[in-house]
């Protein structure tokens, strides 16, 4: 595309192979723009099914990018599409603070132990935002993420679990002391600058207050967990420890593990099968009573 800076008309010179599929039955997405619970202003993705092929209020399901230095942005949503145009999902991806592609003011909003737990009171704010939208079943709205975004997702159960219905996290952390003493060395540094310091009494001590493995019997709403063995960032072990955590007071606990896959799955045998699972998850989970 380009854009011609006087009258602001845009012309699109390419076009993208789409393998046969027609790209005008996807959804483009809405831009989202709240202020959080400090004033602070953000902003997000929303891509609703087609209102003439499912009727009435949609579930929703909040999905929260890894990173944290990661970026929401419009795209094309691959096997996501089918929750959309199949399902009648609607799909919100929220750029929560420490978001990349805001300056460096924003994407140091969440750093250290002190200020993370910020980032979640962001998706209560969205929460807040969505609920009050007149096309969103707000009985019916799930979260899900990766890496980080699965850390946000177990932190986001625990403090929003009166207003889920479920949640699905990939290669997440659920205990910063463990992750960081566990993830491999070469990058250990790198995220103590943004988690926190282990090593250090305070620090640890905080780490240890916001890891949402410390307040596992309080996840009242199902899980779903998908683990790579062979994780080099986020090991195994921060899966297992929540899984049995969650189990131990007989709450459903789904852990799908991939014993050949490593920090999120590559393999398509192995993506697609996740990807039938999710919906068989979600089916029994978000969309029951629909």
């Known amino acids: 595309y380009s854009i011609n800076p006087e009258t602001l008309t845009i012309t699109r010179w390419t076009q993208s192979e789409t393998g046969g599929l027609n790209a005008a039955n996807n959804a483009s997405p809405e831009l989202v723009e709240i202020k959080s619970f400090d004033g602070e202003p953000m902003s997000g993705f929303l891509y609703r099914p087609d209102p003439k092929k499912h009727k009435g209020k949609r579930p929703l399901i909040i999905s929260v ?8 942005t419009p795209r094309f949503l691959g096997r996501n599409n089918y929750l959309i145009n199949e399902l009648g999902i609607a799909i919100f991806y929220p750029n929560v603070r420490g978001s990349t592609g805001f300056g460096k003011r924003f994407v140091s909003l969440d750093n250290g132990p002190w200020q993370r737990e910020n980032s979640v009171l962001d998706i209560g704010a969205f929460l807040d935002h969505l609920r009050k939208d007149k ?6 709205i799930a979260v899900t993420g990766g890496s980080y975004g699965g850390y946000m997702t177990l932190a986001s159960m625990l403090r929003y679990g009166k207003r889920l219905k479920a949640g699905l996290e990939v290669v997440g952390i659920s205990n910063f002391v463990t992750f960081l003493e566990n993830t491999q060395a070469y990058r250990r540094d790198l995220r103590r600058v943004e ?35 062979n994780d080099p960032r986020v090991p195994a072990s921060e899966a297992d420890q929540v899984i049995k955590a969650v189990r131990a007071n007989d709450r459903p606990a789904w852990h799908l593990l991939a014993k050949n896959e490593g920090h999120g799955f590559r393999k398509k045998a192995n993506a697609d099968y996740q990807f039938w699972a999710s919906l068989i998850f979600w089916r029994k989970y978000l969309l029951e009573e629909q």
């Open 195 to 229: 988690y926190g310091d282990e090593r250090n009494a305070e620090q640890r001590a905080k780490l240890l207050e916001i890891s949402p493995l410390q307040r596992a019997s309080e996840i009242k709403i199902p899980l779903m967990v998908v683990t790579g063995a």
């Open 135 to 140: 096309r969103i079943d707000r009985k019916h």
């Open 65 to 72: 990018h890894g990173g944290p230095e990661g970026q929401a």
